[in-house]
């Protein structure tokens, strides 16, 4: 990820560079006692200072500067959020005035972050959406009603990847297999099935390649810096050209899937109806209760909810799964430690399924140890004050940007023995579980605005790392040790590995 402006026009830059400095020196100045933080250049701020892992260069800044920081990116104002005292208060008592996102531009695409539950402003649209995801999508019944199929999509992963492994051999390879891969694939079709009941995607079909690619692209440039977002009076010109190519991507996304809506309304009048409600007959049988939000949803708001849900379950899911198993690699005796427990709870004569996991804590441990340390989000979504605020002692104005760093407030060495090794022991004795409870531990978020799939996060990343461990052997490669495995970071939208894992499976369970 690069915060340096290399993909911005120059001769744009020089022609209103003048207009900048008059706007600039124009609009009111920024009053009140404000938290202490590096100082900036002008026009641009701190901006060049973040450097390509931003959360990385804040956590840093937290040792000159204190736990809650005060940059300013460009023209916005924003407030950084470090440790878990500081966290607590602002999920606790500053929650609702703080409850509004900042919406990055290319999300603006199609009107984009009005139908989405995790950027949409904070008011009763996004109240009925959150209702229905927490209330009909989410719960504990129908996650239960849908273990099966969690199950026959495991199944599959494990089928594709022995199939690539194979393939590679028989072209003279070492049968490597990307892993990433295959938890993307597992999680898009999971994604799929609650959806829209279908697997929408296989890893030999070429039909389904261009909804996987557009999903791809769009992910990509919705994690990519742009400059219009901190220079907002540059967003009419798009210098760097992405809400451009965000418009041509979203809306060849958005139209394939607008024909799995249109399928099922077609169905729907024709008298055939799912045997079992997914969450798309959730969406379209919705009628609201004149109170709060719409009366109805929207063909183009379902459309857009459909295509946030498999944004944010596929990608967030699926790196998780990879650093937690990229940990494991990398520490033999804590791989040996959940081998083992599964084969004491599970034996080998079946797959480890759903219910096991309340009876295996280390399995736990090692999912909350992986949260800890690679947060999907490490600065969480940006959060934006809907009016001015006392937080801690400071004035923060309305329409300030908020940042919360979970991924510095999981290596606090206040909070963490030890914070930078992968320990999962740690929480064997703990109960610091990471349900927006405990701030210590805030990989999901707290507060109003906490992540709604987080229930279904932990069951697929619970069941997901078990299977890897318990149905395969694994083989590094050729002179590959367990400490070459590295923790190299790439943020876009999501914190993933820089450099994915690529290992050789071998089949262990005869079932």
């Given at each position: 990820m690069?915060?340096?402006?290399?993909?911005?026009?120059?001769?744009?830059?020089?022609?209103?560079?003048?207009l900048?400095?008059?706007?600039l020196?124009?609009?009111?100045?920024?009053?009140?006692?404000?938290?202490p933080g590096?100082?900036?250049?002008?026009?641009?701020?701190?901006?060049?200072?973040?450097?390509?892992?931003p959360?990385?260069?804040m956590?840093?800044?937290?040792?000159?500067?204190?736990?809650v920081?005060?940059l300013?990116?460009?023209?916005v104002?924003?407030?950084?959020?470090?440790?878990?005292a500081?966290?607590?208060?602002?999920?606790?008592?500053?929650?609702?005035p703080?409850?509004?996102?900042?919406?990055?531009?290319v999300?603006?695409?199609?009107?984009?972050n009005?139908g989405?539950?995790?950027?949409?402003?904070?008011?009763?649209?996004?109240?009925?959406?959150?209702?229905?995801c927490?209330?009909?999508?989410?719960?504990?019944?129908?996650?239960n009603e849908?273990t099966?199929?969690r199950?026959?999509?495991?199944?599959?992963m494990?089928?594709?990847?022995?199939?690539?492994?194979?393939?590679?051999?028989?072209?003279?390879?070492?049968?490597?297999?990307q892993?990433?891969?295959?938890?993307?694939?597992?999680?898009?079709?999971?994604?799929g099935?609650?959806?829209?009941s279908?697997?929408?995607l296989?890893?030999?079909?070429?039909?389904?390649?261009?909804?996987?690619?557009?999903m791809?692209?769009v992910?990509?440039?919705?994690?990519?810096p742009n400059?219009?977002?901190?220079?907002?009076?540059?967003?009419w010109?798009?210098?760097?050209?992405?809400?451009?190519?965000m418009?041509?991507?979203l809306?060849?996304?958005?139209?394939i899937?607008?024909?799995?809506?249109?399928?099922?309304?077609?169905?729907?009048?024709?008298?055939k109806?799912?045997?079992?409600?997914?969450?798309?007959?959730?969406?379209?049988?919705y009628?609201?209760?004149?109170?709060?939000?719409?009366?109805?949803?929207?063909?183009?708001?379902i459309?857009?909810?459909i295509?946030?849900?498999f944004?944010?379950?596929?990608?967030?899911?699926?790196?998780?799964?990879?650093w937690?198993f990229?940990?494991?690699?990398?520490?033999?005796h804590?791989?040996?430690?959940?081998?083992e427990?599964?084969d004491?709870?599970?034996?080998?004569?079946?797959?480890v399924?759903?219910?096991?996991?309340?009876?295996?804590?280390?399995?736990?441990?090692?999912?909350k140890?992986?949260?800890?340390?690679?947060?999907?989000?490490?600065l969480?979504?940006?959060r934006?004050?809907?009016?001015?605020?006392?937080?801690?002692?400071y004035?923060i104005?309305k329409?300030?940007?908020?940042?919360?760093n979970?991924w510095g407030?999981g290596?606090?060495?206040?909070c963490?023995?030890?914070?930078?090794?992968f320990?999962?022991?740690?929480?064997?004795q703990?109960?610091?579980?990471?349900?927006?409870q405990?701030?210590?531990?805030i990989?999901?978020?707290?507060?109003?605005?906490?992540?709604?799939?987080?229930?279904?996060?932990?069951?697929?990343?619970?069941?997901?790392?078990?299977?890897?461990?318990?149905?395969?052997?694994?083989?590094?490669?050729?002179?590959?040790?367990?400490?070459?495995?590295?923790?190299?970071?790439r943020?876009?939208?999501t914190l993933?590995k820089?450099?994915?894992?690529?290992?050789?499976?071998?089949?262990?369970l005869?079932?």
């Open positions: 690069e915060w340096a402006l290399t993909s911005i026009n120059p001769l744009a830059i020089s022609i209103f560079a003048g900048l400095l008059l706007v020196f124009l609009r009111p100045k920024n009053s009140g006692k404000k938290p590096p100082k900036g250049v002008p026009i641009f701020g701190n901006l060049l200072q973040l450097g390509d892992l959360h990385e260069t956590h840093k800044w937290k040792q000159t500067y204190g736990p920081i005060w300013k990116l460009g023209s104002y924003t407030m950084v959020v470090q440790d878990a500081s966290a607590s208060e602002l999920f606790k008592k500053h929650d609702l703080f409850a509004d996102r900042k919406v990055p531009d999300l603006t695409a199609y009107d984009f009005q989405t539950l995790g950027m949409n402003q904070f008011g009763g649209h996004w109240r009925v959406l959150r209702r229905l927490s209330m009909e999508f989410l719960v504990n019944k129908r996650m849908t099966e199929l199950h026959r999509i495991r199944e599959n494990e089928r594709w990847i022995l199939e690539e492994s194979a393939a590679a051999r028989a072209q003279g390879g070492t049968g490597a297999i892993l990433s891969r295959f938890l993307f694939l597992l999680a898009f079709n999971l994604v099935n609650l959806m829209l279908r697997d929408l296989d890893a030999k079909d070429p039909e389904s390649r261009e909804f996987f690619d557009c791809n692209k992910l990509e440039l919705a994690g990519t400059i219009a977002d901190y220079l907002p009076y540059l967003k010109m798009d210098p760097a050209g992405m809400k451009r190519n418009t041509k991507n809306g060849r996304t958005m139209k899937s607008s024909k799995f809506i249109q399928e099922r309304l077609n169905n729907r009048k024709a008298g109806f799912q045997e079992k409600k997914d969450f798309l007959d959730v969406l379209l049988e009628e609201g209760d004149g109170k709060d939000g719409p009366d109805r949803i929207t063909e183009k708001n459309n857009i909810i295509t946030e849900m944004f944010a379950g596929s990608e967030t899911t699926s790196i998780s799964i990879e937690g990229a940990e494991l690699l990398r520490s033999p804590t791989f040996k430690k959940l081998r427990e599964l004491r709870v599970v034996g080998v004569n079946r797959r399924e759903e219910k096991d996991v309340e009876n295996m804590p280390y399995l736990q441990a090692v999912v140890e992986t949260l800890r340390l690679h947060p999907a989000l490490p969480l979504l940006p934006n004050t809907m009016e001015n605020t006392n937080y801690l002692g004035d104005p329409g300030t940007q908020v940042f919360v979970a407030i290596r606090d060495p206040k963490w023995e030890d914070p930078l090794a320990k999962p022991e740690r929480f064997l703990s109960n610091v579980e990471y349900k927006g405990h701030f210590e531990l990989p999901f978020g707290s507060g109003r605005r906490i992540c709604v799939g987080f229930p279904l996060a932990h069951r697929v990343v619970h069941l997901t790392l078990a299977t890897l461990v318990q149905s395969f052997d694994w083989d590094l490669g050729p002179g590959v040790k367990p400490e070459d495995i590295d923790r190299e970071e943020l876009g939208l993933r820089k450099n994915p894992l690529f290992i050789i499976p071998k089949k262990r005869n079932i």
